[in-house]
């Protein structure tokens, strides 16, 4: 029995940019002949959340989020246990006429001090609710509540670019925090650091994205070891106890770990987030080298490498005469994927 081998591809299904392929010089026929070749399966899974939480055994429930809060703030000193966390996502809210537009903002253009002011006056100001931030990587904030309100949030990957106004908190409690997110704007923009960095002409926090209110889940843990870099990956790992590594220059170095692995590339899904089809194809070049190093070391005989797209499906591997017979195929990327999903 061979061991599973998961590469997980987010953004590789963006629409915009797989239109543009078509007519750019540099086209990915190795890409292409692999995934032509490979078996298509439904799979659980719609986005990145919802694929890694299917591939540790926890579920979508209806009119539940996925407690992505409570994961990704786990760790060993800080044990979330029965408390309710949700992500709080710090964000730059674009007046555009009469729409709200959400931008989202990169990590590193967060700076620690300005993180911490802002994270102090939200803790000040909402202590007799019960609301507390915490950050647990650069631009990555976790929000601990008293109690599991009755709502849905929608991800910041549906919402990044977007008018936030059809996207907004659901449920018998959704009013409330609608409210609330009305006044952490208004508490960020008093923020002396927003304030300055208003008069710069740069882009400021000033407010957050509330989304992923739950417990932990238990889960079922599959793998031996993880590569990425990702909030949601780091805390499914820590809960698993399982080591999490950066991503290797090369995939193939990843298969030197024993045991089924999990490779999750976040190149793609950063592009299509910031609507960059130029960093996109860039990353796809990278993706498709990465690939073809990879399946020079995977021995397809016995082992099963699946590539998933993080919209509802994967493909898996297959050995065929030989790897050579992987690369034969006439379908582009855009036909091989679809243009509005295979699910």
């Not at 026929?29 to 959340?49: F, I, M």
């Not at 911490?116 to 939200?122: E, M, S, V």
């Amino acid at each position: 029995m061979g061991r599973q081998i998961d590469l997980l591809l987010p953004g590789l299904h963006w629409d915009t940019a797989l239109k543009q392929l078509n007519d750019q010089d540099y086209q990915p026929k190795n890409l292409e002949r692999v995934l032509s070749k490979a078996k298509l399966v439904a799979v659980p899974g719609v986005d990145l959340t919802t694929t890694l939480f299917s591939l540790f055994g926890v579920a979508v429930v209806a009119d539940r989020d996925l407690p992505s809060g409570a994961v990704t703030a786990f760790t060993p000193d800080r044990r979330t246990g029965g408390d309710c966390w949700a992500l709080a996502t710090p964000v730059h809210l674009l007046a555009d006429r009469d729409r709200l537009i959400l931008i989202r903002l990169a990590p590193q253009s967060i700076e620690s001090d300005y993180a911490q002011r802002l994270i102090r006056r939200f803790n000040s100001h909402f202590e007799s609710d019960g609301l507390s931030l915490v950050e647990v990587a650069q631009g990555q904030w976790c929000m601990k509540l008293s109690a599991l309100p009755e709502m849905t949030t929608s991800d910041i990957e549906s919402v990044a670019g977007r008018h936030i106004e059809n996207f907004m908190p659901a449920g018998p409690d959704g009013a409330y925090w609608r409210g609330l997110l009305n006044e952490i704007q208004m508490l960020f923009y008093q923020e002396e650091m927003s304030q300055q960095r208003m008069s710069q002409g740069d882009a400021c926090v000033n407010g957050l994205w509330l989304s992923g209110f739950g417990v932990c889940p238990e889960i079922i843990n599959r793998y031996s070891a993880l590569f990425g870099s990702h909030p949601l990956l780091s805390g499914l790992a820590r809960l698993s106890n399982l080591p999490v590594s950066d991503l290797p220059d090369e995939f193939a170095e990843a298969t030197a770990e024993d045991g089924n692995i999990a490779i999750l590339f976040t190149d793609l899904y950063e592009a299509e987030l910031n609507a960059d089809t130029g960093d996109w194809a860039r990353a796809l070049s990278e993706t498709e080298q990465k690939l073809c190093g990879l399946l020079e070391i995977v021995d397809l005989e016995k082992d099963q490498l699946s590539i998933y797209t993080c919209k509802g499906t994967r493909f898996e591997v297959r050995n065929r005469n030989s790897i050579l017979d992987l690369f034969k195929g006439k379908k582009s990327l855009f036909q091989i994927l679809g243009p509005i999903g295979l699910v």
